[in-house]
């Protein structure tokens, strides 16, 4: 990469977006958080960053839509591996929709990059965690069949990062939080306590995910004079996004930027 490119936050994060080995993935993501951490490498406001419609990603695994990724029970030897594989590669997912953030919406301040590149270091860390647990278990990542919904719904959304605040962290990374808890009780019912370890870290660092994509939608909304909550209802039917489903796991929803109010509000929709 020329030397004004490798000084160019925008530049490096995309170049980090196409590499589709999941370790150099992982390697550069940890060098650009050190060379932004001592300025090396700086946001360029208004930058002309080509738009990547395809990050970079193994060959392995094979997308299917999400109705067709089988259940499996965590009781067997490979439905307890293909548990660990679909959150592993929620997490691969989840390195390139926020090192997308920094590279797609360079007219940002520098603190909102800032913010997304320390998630795609979270994230890479969290991946490598659960892709050692996977080995543990005698499986790789890749050796089951997975969907791409975040990915989706991150291109759906590309061209607003208000719309892309409030549906990708607001929706489907907050269901994260929601959905935890329950994996976690499966996971303890087998005695499995280096994942129950694991997914401790992801669900107190998906709460800070969670809480910086809220604090942008709310900033976003207040820039442009628009009420967050009603604004969020709009852009879920907009864009056919699924809608939050109680049961919620207050106390990190709060913790993440929900409102009590809000969480009332869903909850006597659904009822």
């Not at 390697?27 to 080509?50: K, N, Q, S, T």
């Not at 994230?123 to 791409?148: M, V």
């Amino acid at each position: 990469m020329p030397a004004p490119e490798y000084a160019n936050l925008h530049a490096r994060a995309r170049a980090c977006l196409l590499l589709g080995e999941p370790s150099e993935k992982c390697a550069a993501v940890d060098v650009l958080r050190e060379d932004f951490a001592a300025g090396r490498v700086l946001p360029v406001p208004g930058y002309d960053c080509a738009p990547v419609l395809e990050p970079g990603r193994p060959a392995r695994p094979r997308l299917v839509p999400p109705a067709a990724v089988p259940r499996r029970t965590p009781h067997t030897r490979e439905g307890h591996a293909a548990l660990i594989h679909a959150i592993c590669h929620i997490e691969f997912n989840a390195i390139n929709l926020a090192l997308d953030c920094c590279c797609r919406y360079a007219t940002l301040p520098p603190e909102f990059h800032a913010g997304w590149l320390q998630v795609a270091w979270e994230e890479s860390t969290h991946y490598r965690l659960l892709a050692a647990r996977l080995a543990k278990l005698g499986f790789g990542y890749g050796d089951f069949e997975a969907h791409d919904g975040l990915l989706q719904m991150a291109l759906k959304t590309a061209a607003d990062p208000l719309a892309r605040m409030a549906l990708v962290p607001r929706v489907l990374e907050a269901r994260g939080l929601d959905a935890t808890p329950p994996i976690m009780a499966k996971l303890g019912k087998i005695g499995d306590q280096e994942s129950l370890d694991i997914l401790a870290i992801i669900l107190r660092d998906e709460i800070g995910h969670v809480r910086l994509g809220d604090t942008w939608f709310r900033r976003l909304c207040a820039e442009r004079g628009l009420e967050p909550e009603a604004t969020f209802r709009a852009l879920i039917a907009q864009f056919d996004a699924p809608a939050p489903q109680p049961p919620f796991n207050a106390a990190a929803r709060l913790a993440a930027g929900f409102t009590a109010d809000e969480l009332a509000q869903w909850d006597r929709t659904r009822n």
